[in-house]
Each structure stands twice: as C-alpha cells, then as structure tokens.
C-alpha cells in the first residue's frame, strides 16, 4: 500500500501525508475515539478529490471528509484516508447582495464569512459554539444550528444549492427544483440520474411515507439530524406533499459527508439583527426551576434561550480567560438562562424588556434577574461558548463524555424530560452537565465518566440506551445539531425502526454502493463501546519529568486534556494569540491540538527507555513557539510551552545539544563576559563580514539584524546612581533581567528614572538571570538553579508592599510560571509569585490607589500604538500598559490587535524559522506598524517585540517606560 500511496501523491497538486506523526495526529476529533488512518490529504482542487476517490475505489479504502474537526461524535476518525479541505478549499466564489446568497467552498470559516457579509448588512445565521473556526462544510455535514436558530433556524433551512463529487468521481449539483424538472432528472443516464430515480422509487410509497412519519422524532422538533433526513423529503409535492419545489440539499444536510463530497456551498443570507439588545440572565435555585421558565419565556419572540449549569459556572472560577466574565452572577445559581431580545428602536425594546421581566417574576421561578446590554451580553455568552472546552479542566481521568449530550426534544416536554433524565442519571450515581440550547428543546447532558477503566465504558453504553429509551418515549431526536457519527448512529435502529433504518442503507447505497464515503458513521456503524481513545483497562504510563505537572496529575494527563475542541485554529481576525505557528502554515500539525495529541499517542504507546525520544515529538513541537496562547487561551489550560520546554530537556537526555542551542541558552552568560569590551562585540555584530560568518556558523537567517550589547550594564549604572529618595511613598525591587542588563540598560535607566521620580525607592540586589534562554532551549536544571537562587534571594526582601518589579515581561513573569514548576521552595515561591510585577501593573495599582496622577506627567499630546508581548497577554494582561500610557492627558493610546510578533525569543532568529517567524508578523502585527505614521508612537513590551518590529518594518519600538519616563515633567 505504501508503493500506491507513494503514487497517489504524484497526482496530486496538494499534499498527502502517511507517516506515523500525521497519522497519529488525525486519529482523533473532539469525540471519544480513535483510529489511525490510512493518510492524510490536503487536496488542492476539485480533481484532487476525484483522484481520491478513483484510489478509494481501486484500493478498498476510504475517504473521511473533515475541514475543523471539532465532530463531537467520531464524525471524522476512519481507518481510510483523512481528506482535510481546511487548508485550501476556503474561497468565497459568488456573492449576490440583492439575492442575499453567497457561494462558499467548505473550508470557509463561519465567522469569516460574517466579518465579510458584515459590511453589506448580512451574515449567516447558524451559530455554533466553535463558529471562530468551525468551516461550512462541517456545519453542512453536521446540519449545525446553534444559539441562533430559535430566531434563524439550522444549516438545512439555509443551504440553497450544493457542488458534489458522488462516489463515481462524477461531478452533481443539487439546488430547489419543481416535480417536473426531478421527473427529468430522473432520466438521465449517470449516477446523478440513477439517485433520482432511486429515491422517487424509495419514498413514493404511502406505506413507507407512513413508517417514516410513525418511526422518525416529531417534526415540530427543529434539531432533529436522526440519520439521514428523509422525512424532510416528504414535505415536497412530488410525494404527496405541500411544497411545490424539492431540494437535495436537505437529504445531505446533515449527512456527514457519507452520501457524497461537498467542493461548494450556496447559501441564504439573513439582514443582520438589530443592533440594540438586552439580555436578561434569569437565576435559579434549580435546574428544574430554570427549564420550567423555557415555556413562559419562549413566547416573547427570543433571538436566544441559552442555558448553564453550576459545573459549568464553576469552571470559569479558575479559567484565566472566563473569571472577569463572570461579572453578572448573582450568588451560587444552579443554572442561569440566558435570554436575548433585540429591537431597532429603543423604546421598544424597553418595553419587550418590561413584557419578560413581568413573565419572569410573576413565575416565581428565578431568584435574580440581572439585565444585560449590548456589549456586555458578548461577554456573557462567552461563558456558555466555553462549556464544551472547559469541561475538559477537569483534573484527571473522569471526564464529562460526549454520547447523550445532544438529545433534543419539544420544547413543551423539556421540563419533564429532564426530570426524568436527572432521576436515570441519579440511578447511576451520576451527577449530569447541563448546558446549551434550552430554547430550541436541546440540552448538551454529559455523564462524568473515566473511560480508562473497564466499568464505566459498561457505564457508557448502559447509559447510552437507557437515554434512547427515554428520548424516544418523548418522539425526540438522539441527535440535535452533533450527528450521530460514531457514537449515536449504533442507536438509530432502535430510535426509528428497523424499517426505517433499512431504507437508510438503502439511501446509503444508492449513492455510495461501495461505501467510499466515510463508512461506519449512521449507517453500519461499529458498536458505540469499540475504538476508544484509550484502551480500557490497559496500565497507563508514569511519565517522570523534571518539571511539577501535578496540576494536572502528570504530564500526559496534562496532554490528555486537550478534548479536541479546536480553539488553537482560530484565525488571526478571531483575535488572540493561540496558535501563531498554525495562523501561518495552516497545517492542522502546527495547532496545539495535534502536539497534544501527538504527545499523547507517543508518551503512552512508546516502548523506548526515554518515552520522548521520538524525531516524530520534536518535529510537531518545532514551530511551537512558546507564546503561552493557550495557558490562557485554550479552555483545557493545555500548557504547551511547559511541555515542550520538558520535552526538550527530556530528548536531550538521549541526543544532545546543538552548539546554536547552547549559545541561545548561555546567552546571558556569554553577554556578561562580552559586555567589558561591548564596542568590539558590536562591531562584529554589525560587520557584514563578520556578522555574516557568525550568522553562517550558528544557522542564524541572514536577514536578521543582530542585537548589541549596551556600553553600560544597569548593574554598574545603578551602583554609581544609587540616588536616596527621600521619605518614598514606597520601596520596589526592580529585577535586572539579563536583557535590560546587557542589551538595553536605558530601559533600566529609564525605570529608575520613572520609578524615582514618582517619589519611589528602588532597589537593585545581585541575583542571577531569569532563566528565560534555558527555559526556551530546553535546559531545565539550569533553569531550576537559577529559579531556587532568585527565590531564595527575593523570598525575605519582596512583599505586597515592596514587590519585585520587571521590564521585560518574559523574564519578571518567569516567576509566576515556570518557577512554580522548578522551585524546591514551592510554598517561597507561590508567595514569591503574587508580588512579582510588571511595572505596568505596580503602576497602575498605585494610580488606583491614588498615589500616581496626570500632573507628574506632560501635557502634550502624543499618540501611541501598542503592541502587548505574548507572556504580557497570558498572565498579566496589556491593559494594564493600556491604563499607564492613557494616564498623561493628551496621550491618546490604540492596542494593536494583533497576536504574537513572530520573534519568540530565539526562534525568529533561527535560519529555518524566519519564513515562519516573518508570516506571523504579517497577520496583524506589520501591516498595522505600517499603516502607522510617522508621528504615532510604536510601544512594545517585548524586548523580541521590537526586534521583529525592526526587522520587519524598519520601524524603531519603544518601551511603555521610556514613553513614560519621558512623560514626566
């Protein structure tokens, strides 16, 4: 096979990957399985496909479509070949603004494809919770809805026509078309004909219209994606029904890519809703209390009726990026419902607001009903957007589990439902996740189970059935808007009927007779119990590391985390930081997800002494850059920067070091013995000659300036300038880091220059570096040496009152990261950690606490872009630069919204890491610098920061100190 792979690969344009890393990493989405697949394929056209699918026939294979693979039920894990269209396949083709309809290929983004309709006064209206990376053709494939469609309802009802490749290779279009023009189709002779024809000989039949009507979930039950959607079908003239016009289209919706190959997508587009909106967040004691309030609430013309439980509340407790939007919470509420109404014209949307407040308190129901508007509603909803990712925090092997979390039933029998769903759960000792769409009759319900250990993957299926018996019983759907993939579709039998189920697989048959298109999902799916991601019973590995990952109970459960949500693919226009390496490259290889997975796969299955000595691991974490994106951004808190700094220290072990590592790590070192003859070190550096071997020697990219040394360190400045302020308001330690030290002792200057004229004393001791270049290259017991140094020099000096502060946010904020994970002293150290500052955000406590104002500073005007460094964003925030620049009165501050520069450190000076390094500057970062003129001030933290934004732009960064320091009047 591996010969044919090897040919296919020559035919086509795109890419197609087969070894054990691509593999590995594609084995898993967002659901509970894994099967490694035969190859991965990035096609690049249409005849890419077609000679996909040419193989899969002549080679008894198969084809899985995926674009985000976020598919929370096994939708897009097979053993064939993975056909990633996420990468390429991402055009807008037409857009028809009187018609309101725009033409799309798969891989578009839901979002982007709203930030580009948002100017014509449209978007799409299904809305899902992964809508800022979630593609079109995985909302087709999975008849997605959303928050949005009690007021817009699901993908189906606004996909208007669809390009396919059917199973011949054969190229089809399906739109709205009259009985007459169906009876047409019927006679033509290609595979497009014979579908036709099959299905009006299928569905014509009173007797089998009948059984589907009798054994399919009430049709008032908008979410309902039970297999294939042949009851839609019957709504239409030609069987029997009212409408005048049939559309195919509602036949695939839904289908998971098993009935065909979706290339392009026509959709209806809606007018953007009205502007202004309040919400009201509805508390309550109970959940039952709250899904009694659905009904009442529901008659007021909703835009949305979403709902969250105390388990998911209290996940955004500890979740960096979800505790300030947690602004509105009243109290410990058992569940909040979340009700939107909009309206154009103010005065009546007050009284709407009016109309369901006196709904709401007249039910007695709710014990507090704070009132939301427009912008902080976003807010609010981003805590029920991040359910799904933060179940995931929950610390070890129990896990909330995908498998009964997409039941949907009639809004009237929803609170009774639950009921009865809450007292099944009881019996099995399981305290159920409630969460999502309550409006729409759809509540995600997720059984707390660890599906490593033998009985409670009996759980999961025990659970499974006696759910479907209760779903039934109320003739609601298994599946509201995740499908039914892998773990729903062994039910569908028994959810409609046998009859029913054989015309399903008949269905699948007249349009896949050789079941190329991802087999096993709907149709003959094996059972729901087979293919996990973990082998039950099976003795996990104890992974030893030099780091402290007892957070999350070890390393490789600190992996096993990451549930494949996919928030690490988000482009660059989604805002944030995670992932730079994948926002350049677009491979799914360089998202966290994939180095998670891979971490996982190769920690638990290796059979090597050293389970990180694999060419597979360091290829995946190479373009990982170390930002800490996802410690903040990544609702699992999967901390990849840790993992690969012990990864590296781990792979060292049995292969060594380069000399460019070395260098890049010892770099503090060889400063301070380069730093007493500076004038020639820099003369070497700036040589075209000499810089140029140097660049050669040590695998530097040659377009890259090289950084000098100051004529002064702060060290010997700060001992001949050690200036008494008279009665201080307070005493700080500045930690000197090593590059402010060696490489911009100004910044320094500048500090102390700020810091005393604000009437502060400061203080600088001896201690070592930061430890920042060992951390980056991998070499961790020098970082613990140093990190146990600066604790055991700062533990008795530092306190809330003196604290420590920092210039460069990589090295300062070393000591409420990774220091946690090094430290012998750990109780020294947490408290070493909360008084660890940026100066920033020492200055804008003390501008809150009154002791630092406007009339220090100038008042000339000045305006500044700023650029937050990636370590800035992560644990400390860039507003608080924001508060200290926006202090002066005329200083008019914008932050740039950009993600990482690029640089990181280390890697953007790496000769096969500019490309990369230098696309990742051009997102956001260097086209907002040069749009900048020439009067606009460009403020960067980062001492990397300012490289990049030199080297990319020609532009000169300044430090938020500097610009203060010379601020003060």
């Known amino acids: 096979m591996i010969e044919n792979l090897k040919e296919l690969a020559n035919k ?88 309101k309809t725009i033409k799309v290929q798969p891989g578009v983004i839901r979002d982007d494809l709203n930030r580009y309709l948002k100017p014509h006064g449209l978007f799409f209206g299904p809305n899902t919770s992964t809508s800022n990376r979630c593609m079109i053709g995985g909302m087709v494939g999975n008849n997605s809805s959303g928050t949005t469609s009690i007021k817009y309802g699901v993908t189906s009802d606004r996909v208007l ?30 595979l497009e004909g014979e579908i036709y024809r099959k299905l009006y000989e299928e569905l014509k039949p009173e007797a089998i219209q009948q059984q589907i009507k009798e054994g399919f979930p009430k049709p008032e039950i908008h979410r309902r994606n039970t297999g294939y959607a042949v009851d839609e079908l019957l709504a239409a003239e030609i069987f029997g029904g009212a409408k005048e016009k049939i559309n195919i289209c509602r036949l695939l919706c839904g289908s998971e890519g098993t009935l065909a190959f979706t290339t392009e997508v026509t959709l209806q587009l809606d007018v953007l809703p009205p502007e202004n909106a309040v919400m009201i967040a509805a508390h309550f004691e109970s959940v039952e209390k709250c899904l009694q309030a659905v009904v ?87 805590l029920r957007k991040a359910g799904l990712g933060l179940l995931g925090n929950i610390v070890g092997d129990r896990k ?67 759910v479907a018996n209760l779903v039934k019983k109320y003739g609601g759907s298994m599946s509201g808007e995740h499908g039914d993939g892998r773990v729903r579709a062994e039910f569908i039998e028994f959810m409609i009927g046998a009859e029913n189920y054989n015309l399903l697989k008949r269905v699948k048959n007249i349009f896949d007779p050789q079941h190329i298109f991802n087999p096993g999902k709907i149709i003959d799916a094996p059972p729901m119990d087979t293919s996990l991601r973990y082998v039950p019973g099976r003795k996990e590995p104890e992974i030893e590391t030099l780091m402290d990952f007892s957070d999350s109970l070890g390393i490789l459960r600190g992996a096993e985390n990451c549930n494949g949500s996919g928030d690490c693919r988000k482009p660059a226009e989604a805002g944030g930081t995670m992932c730079p390496s994948y926002r350049a490259t677009h491979n799914e290889k360089d998202t966290t997800r994939a180095r998670a997975n891979a ?72 400063n301070e013995k380069t730093s007493r003859f500076s004038p020639f070190t820099n003369l070497m550096f700036s040589n075209k000659i000499t810089s140029g071997a140097i660049k050669r020697s040590m695998g530097i990219a040659p377009q890259r300036s090289m950084p000098k040394l100051s004529k002064q360190t702060l060290s010997s400045f700060y001992k001949r300038n050690d200036v008494e302020v008279r009665q201080p308001i307070k005493t700080v330690y500045l930690f000197n880091d090593e590059f402010t030290n060696y490489m911009e002792s100004e910044l320094g200057v500048a500090a102390l220059k700020l810091l005393r004229g604000l009437n502060y004393a400061v203080k600088i001791v001896e201690h070592p570096e930061s430890g920042r270049g060992f951390l980056s290259k991998g070499f961790l017991e020098e970082a613990r040496e140093v990190a146990n140094k600066n604790i055991s020099i700062f533990k008795d000096l530092v306190s809330e009152e003196s604290p420590l502060l920092g210039i460069e946010p990589s090295a300062i904020l070393s000591f409420r990261d990774e220091y946690l994970r090094l430290a012998d002293d750990k109780v020294s150290a947490e408290k070493l950690s909360e008084n660890a500052l940026l100066l920033e955000e020492f200055f804008k406590k003390e501008v809150l606490a009154g002791n630092i104002t406007a009339d220090s500073f100038t ?70 610098v040069r749009k900048a003129s020439e009067e606009t001030v460009i403020a960067a933290p980062g001492t990397s920061c300012r490289h990049q934004i030199y080297d990319g732009t020609g532009r000169k960064a300044l430090h938020p100190i500097e610009i203060m320091a010379n601020a003060l009047k």
């Open 161 to 190: 026509e669809m390009k396919v490749l059917l199973s011949d290779g054969s190229e089809a279009v399906f739109s709205e078309i009259t009985s007459e023009e169906f009876r047409s189709k019927m006679q033509q002779d290609s």
């Open 859 to 928: 008042s000339e005007k000045m305006r500044i872009k700023l650029h937050g460094h990636c370590h800035q964003k992560a644990l400390s925030g860039v507003e608080n630069t924001f508060v200290m620049l926006n202090l002066p009165e005329n200083f008019e501050v914008t932050v740039i919204p950009s993600g990482c520069c690029g640089m990181a450190g280390s890697f953007g000076y790496e000769k096969e890491h500019y490309e990369v390094s230098m696309q990742i500057g051009e997102q956001t970062l260097f086209p907002a």
């Open 296 to 382: 009442p609430a529901m008659q007021h013309s909703l835009f949305t009726c979403e709902m969250m439980d105390k388990v998911i509340l209290d996940c955004t407790k500890s979740n960096r990026k979800y505790r300030e939007n947690r602004f509105f919470i009243e109290g410990d509420p058992a569940a909040i419902l979340m009700l939107e109404i909009r309206a154009h014209d103010e005065e009546e949307l007050t009284n709407r607001t009016a109309e369901l407040l006196k709904t709401l308190t007249e039910s007695e129901l709710a014990y507090a009903l704070p009132v939301l508007r427009n912008e902080t509603i976003e807010l609010a909803l981003e």
């Open 599 to 670: 971490l996982r796969e190769f920690l638990t299955r290796s059979d090597k002494p050293n389970h990180f000595d694999h060419e597979e691991l360091k290829e995946v974490l190479d373009l990982c850059i170390s930002c800490k994106g996802c410690k903040s951004e990544c609702p699992s808190n999967v901390d990849m920067a840790a993992y690969k700094a012990e990864f590296q220290y781990q792979y060292m072990k049995a292969n060594g070091s380069s000399l460019r590592s070395k260098a890049f790590a010892f770099n503090a070192r060889l």
């Open 12 to 99: 086509l344009e795109g890419e197609l990957f087969y070894d054990s890393l691509w593999r590995s990493i594609y084995a898993t989405d967002a659901s509970v399985y894994r099967n490694l697949p035969l190859a991965v394929a990035y096609p690049k056209t249409s005849g890419d496909i077609q000679e996909l699918i040419r193989f899969a026939s002549l080679n008894n294979t198969s084809l899985i479509p995926r674009t985000a693979g976020t598919s929370l039920a096994g939708q897009c894990v097979g053993e064939g070949i993975v056909v990633d269209v996420s990468k390429n396949f991402t055009a807008i083709l037409d857009f028809d603004t009187a018609a």
């Open 400 to 466: 909330a589990v995908a498998c009964i979390e997409d039941t949907a039933v009639a809004v009237e029998d929803l609170a009774v439902y639950i009921s009865e769903f809450s007292a099944l759960m009881k019996d099995y000792g399981q305290d159920a996740v409630y969460y999502a769409h309550a409006g729409a009759g759809e509540l995600h319900l997720r059984p707390i189970l660890n599906l490593k250990k033998e009985e409670d993957v009996v759980l999961f299926r025990k659970i499974t059935m006696a």
